[in-house]
């Protein structure tokens, strides 16, 4: 369902020239405000110069390390007395990034994540279960407000707590469920297991804030049944948190950028230059209409490449393939790159392997190795699964790496937050066997 038909199907020459109104708009705002990080960004930056959208790339890039060292307000551009809400990232790596919103920026908050649900076919009819975290995490209140903006009626079940949110999916009888993909699948193994599974009829996912393949959507798809579309929300809480991308149930396999908010470009993650179309880079975005905290061309550090042409669905966004990871999350293993969305892919591509996994970084010798801890599903031949993993991850990766598979259900849950997949074993510490050991 289209939320903002007439937005979201507007010719993109029209949305560029508004962008471009937009973008001039915001850059005189920014060099005005009473923050000096803003004023020395833009100093030297001159405003009239900016026509077009292309002249986007002759502005400055901002970083997440810039946030920080303002932390907690030095980059606001409005007086604090004018914001209504603080969220703040989820701080994995390293002190949070607090960021703030004008009631104006809520509003567009709800806008954005009202369209994500309904790209992934929610309608204000539906019951909708939101199990992201509310809290400082946008997840949960960016979908709540999204889902009530929408018309739906929005049950904040937050994270946690599985059996409970699986009686409520049943009893309250939701339609679409809003979670990250790993808690996605915990639920679905979990209805399965306590027999409610026949009661609960959900039809769509909107799942994200984690890196997940397309082998774990099949399945997700799988535990929910045939009718369920899982479709992928991409957001961060420094541009605005969820829905600032969204896949749309005709056209999965790409995520449509909101780009009348949100300015998308690809950089070479070395050199910072803009790449051609359909190049893997940097995704770096603008925010045309943030009042309190905006970014400009901010180093997102998730990597993807844009897809061009029509989707079946109507929108004129943009469109960005699904993110095959972070710069920073890529492990260099014996001098070769590894993205851990390569082994999740390779891994579930085996039907003999369930969707859990986790993978162990050894670095106690003086080259680290690879460690992948999997599940195997009943009745499957491990000798001959674990032979055929080992080949597959070898022949992708380009690396030796060692497979451990243990039963169905033997790999610890998480039930809150982002799903954890990589540990470091150091001789001083082994987080994977810490997990392993706590209750
Ligand atoms: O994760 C916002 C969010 C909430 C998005 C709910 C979607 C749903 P942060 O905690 O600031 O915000 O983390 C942002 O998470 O830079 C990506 O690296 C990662 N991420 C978010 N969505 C996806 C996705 C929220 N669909 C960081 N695919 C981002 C891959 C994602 N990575």
Not at 38 to 46: P, S
Not at 143 to 165: C, D, K
Not at 383 to 402: I, K, P, Q
Request: glycine share 12%.
């Amino acid at each position: 369902m289209l939320f903002q038909p007439e937005l979201e199907t507007q010719a993109p020459e029209e949305r560029a020239e508004r962008g471009a109104e937009r973008l001039r708009s915001l850059v005189e705002r920014l060099a005005r405000s009473d923050s000096p990080y803003w004023r020395e960004k833009l100093a030297g930056v001159e405003v009239g110069a900016i026509r077009s959208l292309g002249d986007l790339s002759s502005l400055p890039f901002s970083a997440k390390a810039e946030l920080r060292d303002t932390y907690p307000f030095g980059s606001l551009a409005v007086p604090l007395a004018q914001t209504v809400r603080i969220h703040a990232s989820s701080g994995t790596r390293g002190k949070p990034t607090i960021v703030a919103y004008t009631a104006r920026d809520v509003e567009i908050f709800a806008e954005v994540n009202a369209r994500a649900i309904g790209c992934a076919g929610g309608t204000p009819a539906d019951v909708l279960h939101v199990a992201y975290g509310y809290g400082l995490f946008t997840g949960g209140l960016g979908l709540h407000y999204g889902g009530e903006r929408l018309g739906a009626t929005v049950v904040p079940a937050s994270g946690g707590n599985v059996q409970l949110q699986l009686e409520l999916l049943a009893d309250l009888g939701a339609s679409g469920i809003c979670c990250t993909p790993s808690f996605a699948l915990l639920l679905g193994e979990r209805a399965a297991e306590s027999g409610l599974r026949e009661r609960i009829a959900l039809r769509y996912g909107v799942l994200g804030a984690e890196p997940w393949s397309e082998g774990l959507r099949e399945k997700i798809q799988e535990a929910w049944g045939g009718g369920f579309a899982a479709c992928d929300i991409y957001g961060l809480s420094e541009v605005m948190g969820p829905g600032v991308a969204m896949e749309c149930r005709e056209g999965r396999g790409a995520l449509h950028v909101f780009d009348d908010h949100f300015l998308p470009e690809i950089v070479d993650v070395e050199s910072g230059e803009p790449l051609a179309a359909g190049e893997t880079g940097e995704l770096v975005l603008t925010t045309l209409t943030k009042e309190a905290f905006p970014v400009l061309r901010y180093r997102t550090g998730d990597v993807t490449r844009f897809v061009e042409g029509p989707c079946p669905c109507g929108r004129t966004h943009r469109r960005i393939a699904r993110f095959s990871g972070r710069v920073d999350d890529m492990l260099v293993i014996r001098g070769v790159n590894v993205f851990p969305s390569a082994i999740e892919a390779a891994l579930l591509d085996d039907p003999a392997l369930g969707g859990q996994y986790a993978i162990v970084v050894d670095r106690r010798g003086t080259l680290p190795e690879l460690e992948v801890h999997a599940e195997l599903q009943p009745g499957a031949d491990r000798e001959l699964v674990e032979r055929r993993l080992r080949e597959r991850l070898a022949a992708r990766l380009r690396v030796r790496v060692d497979v451990v598979l243990g039963e169905a259900g033997s790999l610890p849950r998480q039930e809150l937050g982002k799903a954890k997949r990589v540990f470091e074993r150091t001789g001083e510490r082994d987080e994977f066997q810490q997990l392993l050991r706590s209750p």
